[in-house]
Every structure is written in structure tokens, then in C-alpha cells.
């Protein structure tokens, strides 16, 4: 069963591909398989020359809770776990390659890995009362998926290093002040539908160049997969969750 959804691309005239992530049995945990099923629906997107923009949501309670406690990997050798870390990280971070737009809504409780997949967007709208954590320190591992690069590039990297040490738990309004989210709406409903309309109207009229990423750096994503398989090895190869969802 896929965990990702390719709600509708391209579809009349509106241009846009919605991508959902559907997962909501394990808040969208950024397993391998919702990882490789992400990847899989922005190749076939990005294929379709129609498509003028992209909008990355979710469905459940959670937008995505990062990395999948349920997951262990204390048999696997460090080479193999830092390049299953390296192939999920790539399919997380090609919504930065394609050659559109793409807008993130973002909603519930969005720590570590969630808030990496999401700034992998060139815009980001959340429901009014998201929140969002580091969530690296406290658990004991690397950034992945560019985390460590995005983060300082969105925010800078004064905001970012408090972020990271104080691991505070941000609300949608400081979010914002921070430059972290674009806008933040009322609801699930409203952050999505807002989403849509932006993308629609970047579609219509052409590409908005501040929407654009620049692709992430597989060194980067290398490094950052190598780290982070040796904190998890020594943690006995468990994501170790942040808190009970």
C-alpha cells in the first residue's frame, strides 16, 4: 500500500500536483517506504511537462513526525545504514530538484525530520496552531536530509544554532517571525486551500524564481547519512522518539 498520494496533477486547468503524504497510522514517520513512495510520485510528476507547481501536504493528525521510531537497525553494518539514510534523504530532498515550484502546508506537531522534508519547499504555510522542535539534540543524532543546511540558509544561522541548542518547541506565530513558515492559517483546511491558490496562481502566471530551491549537495546528504547512522548504531539502531504521539 502506497503512503504517498498523487491527488491529482495537471488536472483541468489548474496545473498543480498535490502531493499527500498519507501515512497517518504512523503520523507519516519518515519511513523508507513513505521515503521511496515521496520519490517515486515526484519523478512522475516532474515528468509531466502540464504541471506548473506543486503543493506537498499531508493527511492525519500530523504533517510528519520525523523519523520512524519503530524502525531498527542494530544488525545492520554502519555502510549499509548510512547508504539506506542517503537513499531516503535523496527521495526527501528531490522536491528541491524539480524544475516548478513547490509549496509546503503544514500542520500538528512537525519536529526533526517533518520540519527538514518541509523545507525542502520554497514556501511554507502552516495551520495556526502548529508547532515545530529541532528534536536532534535531545535524541542524540545528526541532522539528515539537508537539515543542516536548510535550516541556516532559511532562517540564519544565529536562529538556527538556538533553535537546535534550546530544542524549542516554536508555535506557528514565532515560526513566522523567524521567517521558518511564510503564513500561517486558521486550519488544516484553510493552510491547504491557501497552498492550492498560491500554487494555482504561480502556475497561471508563470514561475515565481523565490519559490525555486537550489538542489541539495550529495556530499552534504552523504555526510550528514554517515553521521547519522553512527548516532543511531550507538543508540542501538533506534530513532529513539521525542515524545509519545
Known sequence: ???VRLCCAAAGPTRVGVIELSDGAHFNALSMQLSMD???ALAHVSQRA???AIVLQAAGPHFCIG?????RHETMPL???ASALFTLSRCCCSLRSLA???LAAVHGHVPGGGVALCLNAGYLICMAACTFEHGNLPRGVCPLGGFSQTLVSRVGRTVALAFYLTNAVLGAADAASLRLVDEAWAGVCAAQKRALQLAEHTASHGVDALMLMRPTDAGTLGREAIG????R???GGEARPLREF
Request: with cysteine; hydrophobic share 45%; aromatic share 0%.
Open 1 to 3: 500500500e502506497r503512503r
Open 38 to 40: 515521496l520519490g517515486m
Open 50 to 52: 502540464a504541471v506548473g
Open 67 to 71: 523519523a520512524n521510531p519503530h524502525e
Open 79 to 81: 555502510a549499509d545504514l
Open 100 to 102: 516548478v515550484p513547490a
Open 228 to 231: 547519522h547512522a553512527e548516532c
Open 233 to 235: 548504531l550507538i543508540h
